[in-house]
Protein backbone atom coordinates (compact mmCIF):
# COMPACT_ATOMS: atom_id res chain seq x y z
CA UNK A 1 0.00 0.00 0.00
CA UNK A 2 1.42 3.29 -0.83
CA UNK A 3 2.29 5.97 2.04
CA UNK A 4 -0.28 7.99 0.93
CA UNK A 5 -2.83 5.11 0.74
CA UNK A 6 -2.03 4.28 4.25
CA UNK A 7 -2.22 7.78 5.67
CA UNK A 8 -6.04 8.06 3.91
CA UNK A 9 -6.57 4.55 5.17
CA UNK A 10 -5.63 5.76 8.88
CA UNK A 11 -7.56 8.51 8.44
CA UNK A 12 -10.81 7.26 7.46
CA UNK A 13 -10.16 4.70 10.25
CA UNK A 14 -10.23 7.53 12.64
CA UNK A 15 -13.04 9.34 11.48
CA UNK A 16 -14.85 6.21 11.78
CA UNK A 17 -13.72 5.66 14.93
CA UNK A 18 -14.64 9.16 15.96
CA UNK A 19 -18.06 8.73 14.70
CA UNK A 20 -19.16 5.63 16.52
CA UNK A 21 -17.97 7.10 19.48
CA UNK A 22 -20.38 10.24 18.73
CA UNK A 23 -23.40 7.92 18.21
CA UNK A 24 -22.47 6.11 21.23
CA UNK A 25 -22.54 8.97 23.69
CA UNK A 26 -25.81 9.97 21.70
CA UNK A 27 -27.43 6.63 22.80
CA UNK A 28 -26.25 6.78 25.88
CA UNK A 29 -27.67 10.79 26.60
CA UNK A 30 -31.03 9.42 24.96
CA UNK A 31 -31.11 6.22 27.23
CA UNK A 32 -30.51 8.43 30.59
CA UNK A 33 -33.40 10.90 29.08
CA UNK A 34 -35.58 8.29 28.58
CA UNK A 35 -34.44 6.77 31.68
CA UNK A 36 -33.51 3.42 30.00
CA UNK A 37 -30.22 1.19 29.68
CA UNK A 38 -28.56 0.74 26.53
CA UNK A 39 -30.01 -2.39 25.59
CA UNK A 40 -33.67 -1.27 26.30
CA UNK A 41 -32.40 2.00 24.00
CA UNK A 42 -31.58 -0.71 21.05
CA UNK A 43 -35.42 -2.59 22.12
CA UNK A 44 -37.13 0.74 21.67
CA UNK A 45 -35.22 1.72 17.89
CA UNK A 46 -36.17 -1.48 16.68
CA UNK A 47 -39.68 -1.24 17.50
CA UNK A 48 -39.80 2.43 16.62
CA UNK A 49 -37.83 2.20 13.40
CA UNK A 50 -39.89 -0.71 12.08
CA UNK A 51 -43.43 -0.27 13.43
CA UNK A 52 -45.09 -1.45 10.59
CA UNK A 53 -43.61 -5.03 11.31
CA UNK A 54 -44.94 -7.88 13.46
CA UNK A 55 -42.48 -8.28 15.97
CA UNK A 56 -42.66 -10.43 18.97
CA UNK A 57 -40.23 -10.70 21.50
CA UNK A 58 -38.39 -14.06 20.04
CA UNK A 59 -37.80 -11.99 17.05
CA UNK A 60 -36.37 -9.07 20.07
CA UNK A 61 -34.21 -12.07 21.72
CA UNK A 62 -32.84 -12.66 18.40
CA UNK A 63 -31.66 -9.51 17.10
CA UNK A 64 -30.44 -8.45 20.77
CA UNK A 65 -29.03 -11.76 20.93
CA UNK A 66 -30.67 -12.26 24.24
CA UNK A 67 -32.63 -14.84 26.11
CA UNK A 68 -36.22 -15.07 26.05
CA UNK A 69 -36.22 -14.76 29.54
CA UNK A 70 -34.16 -11.50 29.75
CA UNK A 71 -36.52 -10.24 27.06
CA UNK A 72 -39.86 -11.01 29.25
CA UNK A 73 -37.61 -8.58 31.67
CA UNK A 74 -37.08 -6.15 29.34
CA UNK A 75 -40.42 -5.74 28.19
CA UNK A 76 -41.66 -5.94 31.95
CA UNK A 77 -39.68 -2.75 32.91
CA UNK A 78 -40.26 -1.01 28.92
CA UNK A 79 -44.46 -1.47 29.45
CA UNK A 80 -43.94 -0.19 32.96
CA UNK A 81 -42.89 2.99 31.42
CA UNK A 82 -45.43 3.23 29.06
CA UNK A 83 -43.06 2.86 26.12
CA UNK A 84 -44.34 -0.99 24.91
CA UNK A 85 -47.71 -2.40 24.68
CA UNK A 86 -47.47 -6.68 24.38
CA UNK A 87 -50.97 -7.40 22.26
CA UNK A 88 -52.12 -11.08 21.14
CA UNK A 89 -51.28 -11.87 17.30
CA UNK A 90 -55.40 -11.32 15.31
CA UNK A 91 -54.83 -14.31 13.79
CA UNK A 92 -52.42 -17.05 16.17
CA UNK A 93 -53.08 -16.15 19.53
CA UNK A 94 -50.47 -17.96 21.34
CA UNK A 95 -48.08 -15.58 19.28
CA UNK A 96 -47.28 -12.39 21.40
CA UNK A 97 -46.65 -8.94 19.35
CA UNK A 98 -44.69 -5.89 21.21
CA UNK A 99 -45.38 -2.36 19.65
CA UNK A 100 -43.91 0.94 20.50
CA UNK A 101 -46.40 3.23 22.09
CA UNK A 102 -47.17 6.59 20.94
CA UNK A 103 -45.83 8.29 24.12
CA UNK A 104 -42.21 6.68 23.33
CA UNK A 105 -42.48 7.37 19.70
CA UNK A 106 -43.21 11.01 19.92
CA UNK A 107 -40.51 11.60 22.65
CA UNK A 108 -38.27 9.75 20.17
CA UNK A 109 -39.03 11.85 17.53
CA UNK A 110 -38.46 15.17 20.33
CA UNK A 111 -34.86 13.46 20.74
CA UNK A 112 -33.74 12.66 17.63
CA UNK A 113 -35.80 14.86 15.04
CA UNK A 114 -33.51 17.65 15.09
CA UNK A 115 -30.35 15.36 14.92
CA UNK A 116 -32.18 14.02 11.18
CA UNK A 117 -33.02 17.50 10.20
CA UNK A 118 -29.80 18.61 10.65
CA UNK A 119 -27.83 15.49 8.85
CA UNK A 120 -30.05 16.38 5.71
CA UNK A 121 -29.45 19.96 5.79
CA UNK A 122 -26.01 19.98 6.67
CA UNK A 123 -24.21 16.84 5.65
CA UNK A 124 -26.38 15.38 3.07
CA UNK A 125 -27.12 18.49 0.84
CA UNK A 126 -23.91 18.73 0.37
CA UNK A 127 -23.09 15.40 -1.26
CA UNK A 128 -24.26 14.34 -4.88
CA UNK A 129 -26.20 11.50 -5.02
CA UNK A 130 -23.10 9.24 -6.82
CA UNK A 131 -20.93 10.16 -3.59
CA UNK A 132 -23.83 9.44 -1.38
CA UNK A 133 -23.96 5.93 -3.22
CA UNK A 134 -20.57 5.86 -2.02
CA UNK A 135 -21.09 6.45 1.13
CA UNK A 136 -23.66 4.05 1.39
CA UNK A 137 -21.65 1.14 0.02
CA UNK A 138 -18.98 2.33 2.40
CA UNK A 139 -21.08 2.15 5.72
CA UNK A 140 -23.37 -0.73 4.38
CA UNK A 141 -19.75 -2.76 3.54
CA UNK A 142 -19.03 -1.34 7.39
CA UNK A 143 -21.66 -2.42 8.75
CA UNK A 144 -21.50 -6.34 7.47
CA UNK A 145 -18.08 -6.05 8.73
CA UNK A 146 -19.20 -5.41 12.09
CA UNK A 147 -21.94 -7.55 12.16
CA UNK A 148 -19.96 -10.63 11.14
CA UNK A 149 -17.17 -9.74 13.93
CA UNK A 150 -19.89 -9.28 16.49
CA UNK A 151 -21.01 -12.74 15.85
CA UNK A 152 -17.49 -13.78 16.18
CA UNK A 153 -17.26 -12.32 19.93
CA UNK A 154 -20.62 -13.22 20.22
CA UNK A 155 -19.85 -17.20 19.71
CA UNK A 156 -16.48 -16.88 21.58
CA UNK A 157 -16.46 -19.65 24.08
CA UNK A 158 -13.96 -17.91 26.22
CA UNK A 159 -11.59 -20.57 26.47
CA UNK A 160 -8.71 -18.54 24.26
CA UNK A 161 -7.37 -15.40 26.10
CA UNK A 162 -7.80 -12.30 23.47
CA UNK A 163 -3.45 -12.21 23.04
CA UNK A 164 -3.83 -15.89 21.85
CA UNK A 165 -2.12 -17.37 24.49
CA UNK A 166 -3.19 -19.18 27.74
Not at 13 to 38: C, K, M, P, W
Not at 137 to 148: D, E, G, H, M, V
Request: hydrophobic residues 40%.
Amino acid sequence: MSSDLTVKVNSVGRAVQLYQAAVEDFDRETARILGVNSTDLRCLEILTTEPDEEITPRTIAARLRLTTGSVTTMLDRLEQAGYIIRTRHAIDKRKVLVRATSKVQERVRALIGPLVEEGEAEIIAGFSPDELDIVERFITRATALQQRHTTRLHEWTGRESAAGTD
